[in-house]
């Protein structure tokens, strides 16, 4: 890829390439899809056991095999030296991992220098009472908070173990701290689905996006897909009876497409692996919290960069064994959910990549 190809692939995702900045060499896939975004899974634990994410009782990860605070500072800052610009820490529940802001603290440098455009998380809320304040003062200045019911009892079926309440005061401190919040709703057939209008006057009256997210066939989760799976074509047309809803070519860099509601004038995102497939313009890829790379949420291939990271204090095999991955980054994924597929398509969680 030409660097003006990789500056106008970088100009779509909204980002501005300054003149005066140091070129830094692209990681480029085979599709000429520049990756100038990474998702990193900091924790594969969690607060909550949300219905269509973890089954109740999970097997965690012996905290043995996790990458220290160090490692993952070394290896993010690997990807930001090979022009990845938008960084997002996820989990698990990225806050419950113990020491994360000492993690925050020390990429922000990144900012400071202008190597890295955007610092963020997506975070089920809980904890951001405790660091809201904090994460607005070290440049964190968007982030996605998860939910997908204001119905208490409704909340506490979801995620099992958590409360509405604490959420609530989570996304209240983030907004008091400056930080823009974007919710983050995942469709549920007969859970939530009656609720999404609501949802999106609420999240607007309060100055927030909301993106609705199609269910995707990950990891066991001890009940049917097909009970859980409500395709967004649905609901899209639900709302579009109440609102109107108008194309915008708003975008934040992820696969959300956004439309206006006009008697809001707020902005609403459909996320649609499901019914619609958005590899053609994915910039991102995923690593896990012991080193592993994937290249694409639906597959399977993945590349271990933990034994590279350890192997030399230098970055050389590391960057090495970053850019093979990149050359095997599939075209997308295909996930179905039917009758005759009810078994996850990958065995894997989301916590263990990351939303
Ligand atoms: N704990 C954080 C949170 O709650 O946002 C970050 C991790 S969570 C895995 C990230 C996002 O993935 C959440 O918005 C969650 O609702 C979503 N998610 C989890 N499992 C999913 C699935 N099977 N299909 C669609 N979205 C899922």
New binding site residues.
Partial sequence: MTDTAYMEARDMETHVVEPSRPKRPPLVDPFQRAITYLRV?VTDR?D?R?V??MSEHMTFLPKADLLTLEELDRLCSAFIAKGVRKLRL?????LVRRGIMTLFRSLARHLDSGDLDELTL????SQLPKYAAELAAIGVKRI???L?TLDPDKFRTITRWGELDKVIAGIDAAQAAGIRVKI???ALKGVNENELAELVRWTHGRDMDLTI???????D?GEGRLDQYLPLSMVRARLAEQFTLQEIDYRTGGPARFVKVIETGGRLGFITPLTHNFCESCNRVRLTCTGTLYMCLGQEDAADLRTPLRASGSNDLLDAAIESAIARKPKGHDFIIDRRHQRPALAR???VT??
């Fill in positions: 899974s969690c909550f949300c269509y994410c996820t989990g698990g529940e990225p997506t975070t089920n809320g996605n908070i998860s997908d983050n709703a995942v997210i199609e269910v995707m066939p990950l990891g989760v969680h989301m916590s990351g939303g």
